[in-house]
């Protein structure tokens, strides 16, 4: 019986997860990667309980549960350090069945890659779309080895897909947040600190510990497009955060220049119309990137594999299965997306009054317990995989103000910048 085969541009989280999904569904799967290795960039990336239940799918979810740490009780803070709202790390488990947590973003590249064959990835391959392919022929990528023909192409291949901009012309593309975004990861200063996101006027920074002993620490603020500090980036965060409470001075401080990753936050705001065409679908980044102000990045990107996998594996023409794929994911990562920006926009907010306001609000929140804060992630974080043909599809509730008291501690695959857990 002849092995149908796939080919997946870009080897990431969410290429590298569908590779290992379609496998256990018997397909022979080639992943196509434009970097000479696969030493991620990035840092650290957390996965909330959709995405550990979608690793669960592939055998993956109890290794990244053992190597990562769980987001512990911290909260959000104003700069001066006081506490705006507190988190609970056994509330969010009991309440959607798994913990958030943390975790190097090579840790799990590496788990991943090796759930893989060796000859998998191939390493220093450009890949092209030649042909998406239809009900009739296969599509076709091409390399500077040659022309691949296969029945399913996934593109993977981040925040510029190439492949999106062949599929659909017409689209805008990715747009400018008005955020840009650094991240370090470093061993954590001597003096102890709980995990925190503090937010102040236009800006935000995170610290988060990881199970290695080192600390991701991130931050977030409101800058026009391409700007970067001309005495160095290190030099930018000690003017915008040097003064804010333990123990963000004691990081920067132990932070080298070259350790600093910079990144403008882009997102596609505008809805692709469709995540397929013919057999070559779109996951992750290139088909939904996101602000990270959800921590969703990542995690949808891994939801995408699983669903995919999932309606390829069930027998029908791929073009049908693609179709159902698109049916499945558009609707719950478009409202995905536009959240992200909604709460982006409330989180660094710049006008002190607005600021004053938003702040009184968390607070007040916060006074009724985790459980109306964890409330921001009813039809998120409890998202389950497809079982029976039809995944959980729900889009999320609540408003901005009931998100998050975590942070942006993840880092989706691409060129976009991070995403945060649950």
């Known amino acids: 019986m002849e092995q149908h ?15 290992i999904a379609l496998r256990a569904h018997g397909w022979d799967v080639t992943v196509l990667e434009r970097a000479a290795d696969l030493a991620p960039v990035g840092a650290g990336i957390g996965l909330a309980p959709n995405a550990l239940r979608a690793l669960d799918v592939i055998g993956l979810g109890a290794p990244v549960r053992e190597l990562a740490a769980w987001q512990g009780d911290g909260g959000m803070r104003r700069p001066d350090g006081r506490w705006l709202a507190r988190t609970d790390a056994r509330a969010a488990a009991a309440r959607f069945g798994d913990p958030l947590v943390l975790l190097h973003r090579a840790t799990l590249v ?9 000859g998998t990835v191939r390493t220093a391959t450009p890949a092209a779309l030649a042909h998406p392919g239809d009900a009739t022929v296969p599509a076709r990528v091409t390399t500077p080895d040659g022309e691949l023909e296969a029945e399913l192409v996934v593109a993977a291949d981040g925040i510029r897909s190439a492949t999106r901009a062949a599929l659909f012309p017409a689209h805008p593309g990715p747009r400018y947040s008005g955020f840009t975004t650094w991240r370090t990861v470093i061993p954590a200063p001597e003096r102890p600190f709980a995990p925190h996101e503090t937010w102040g006027p236009g800006r935000l920074w995170g610290s ?3 199970k290695d002993g080192r600390v991701y620490a991130y931050a977030m603020a409101a800058a026009p497009e391409g700007a970067h500090a001309p005495d160095g980036e290190k030099a930018a965060l000690e003017r915008l955060f040097g003064s804010w409470h333990h123990p963000v001075p004691a990081i920067l401080a132990a932070t080298e220049e ?10 596609l705001i505008d809805p692709l119309p469709a995540f397929h065409h013919g057999r070559t679908a779109l996951l992750g980044d290139a088909a939904h990137a996101m602000q990270p102000t959800l921590g969703q990045g990542g995690n949808q990107a891994i939801e995408d594999a699983i669903v995919l996998a999932h309606h390829i594996g069930a027998g029908r023409p791929v073009p049908a299965a693609l179709a159902a794929y698109t049916a499945d994911r558009l609707p719950r990562t478009t409202a995905l997306v536009r959240k992200a920006a909604r709460t982006g926009r409330l989180a660094l907010l710049s006008a002190r009054p607005a600021v004053a306001l938003r702040n009184a609000a968390v607070t007040a929140v916060s006074r009724f317990g985790p459980g109306l ?3 921001g992630f009813d039809g998120i974080a409890d998202w389950r995989p497809p079982t029976d043909g039809r995944p959980n599809t729900g889009r999320p509730e609540g408003s901005p103000a009931g998100g998050p008291t975590g942070g942006p501690t993840g880092d989706p695959a691409g060129s976009q910048t991070h995403s945060r857990p649950a």
């Open 5 to 19: 085969r796939a080919v997946v541009v870009g080897s990431g989280i969410g290429g590298l997860t569908t590779a």
């Open 110 to 118: 590496g788990l991943l890659t090796a759930a893989l064959p060796d």
């Open 208 to 210: 988060q510990p990881l």
């Open 258 to 267: 070259s350790a600093v990753l910079r990144h403008d936050v882009h997102h």
């Open 373 to 375: 804060v964890l409330r």
